[in-house]
């Protein structure tokens, strides 16, 4: 069954600080994968999208890496805002659907303090 | 900013009604979805289209019905709302990057 798990559920951490959030993944063909930032009662919005041979990519203080070997990856997180609060979501699109079928992680709920 | 709208935002209605949720986007986008998402759950895709006149049924089976005349519009109906309906809705649209972009979503409670 293809999935994907999210790790920490929640965290919570200090304005300033940097954090790291974990995705493993079993989904098979692999296509992409792709960091969601979704802020509570809105809609996800994409962070970061890589593919097959991409083993990091930043977007402003967000840099996401993927290890496809091991079928991980991970989301940096650097000087945390508290605009920064927000479920974070990992996707990965299944190649082997012409669908390309999207699998979503529950996410790991951000909370940062002042 | 990706310019897809859902409306109502919030909408509280009793059991037994119909409901319609609106969902557009003006990126001229062929494959349009329809998720629900639980509290603290992943999102369920429980419709898909590919196009005008093109629907699917997602993994997440659902009392609800979709259509795509136009490819703008991509309306979600539930004939008979019940508790178990409760939830929020989201939608999205893909114009081919393998990027989807999400509506604001409706938060549906029924009563």
């Known amino acids: 069954k293809n999935q994907v798990e999210q790790s920490p559920q929640s965290l919570i951490i200090l304005e300033g600080k940097n954090c790291t959030l974990q995705?493993?993944?079993?989904?098979?063909?692999?296509?992409?994968l792709r960091w969601y930032k979704q802020d509570t009662g809105r809609g996800p919005v994409s962070l970061t999208i890589m593919t097959f041979s991409e083993n990091t990519k930043s977007n402003g203080r967000y840099t996401a890496t993927l290890d496809a070997d091991t079928k991980q990856s991970s989301l940096h997180i650097t000087a945390s805002q508290l605009s920064d609060s927000a479920s974070y979501i990992c996707?990965?699109?299944?190649?082997?659907?012409?669908?390309?079928?999207?699998?979503f992680g529950r996410g790991t709920q951000l909370t940062v303090w002042p | 900013e990706a310019d897809i709208y859902q409306t109502p935002r919030y909408l509280v209605i009793g059991t037994g009604k119909k409901i319609t949720l609106e969902c557009s986007q003006t990126?001229?986008?062929?494959?349009m979805y329809w998720y629900q998402q639980d509290p603290g759950m992943e999102l369920h895709l429980i419709h898909y289209?590919?196009?005008?006149?093109?629907?699917e049924k997602g993994d997440l089976s659902s009392e609800s019905t979709v259509s795509r005349i136009r490819t703008e519009h991509f309306p979600l109906t539930l004939e008979s709302a019940r508790p178990s309906h409760t939830s929020q809705y989201l939608c999205a649209s893909d114009g081919g990057s393998h990027i989807q972009y999400f509506g604001a979503g409706t938060r549906l409670s029924v009563l």
């Open positions: 996707v990965v699109t299944d190649r082997g659907s012409t669908l390309g079928r999207l699998y």
């Open positions: 990126m001229g986008h062929d494959k």
């Open positions: 289209s590919y196009g005008v006149n093109s629907t």
């Open positions: 995705c493993n993944y079993t989904v098979s063909p692999f296509s992409n």
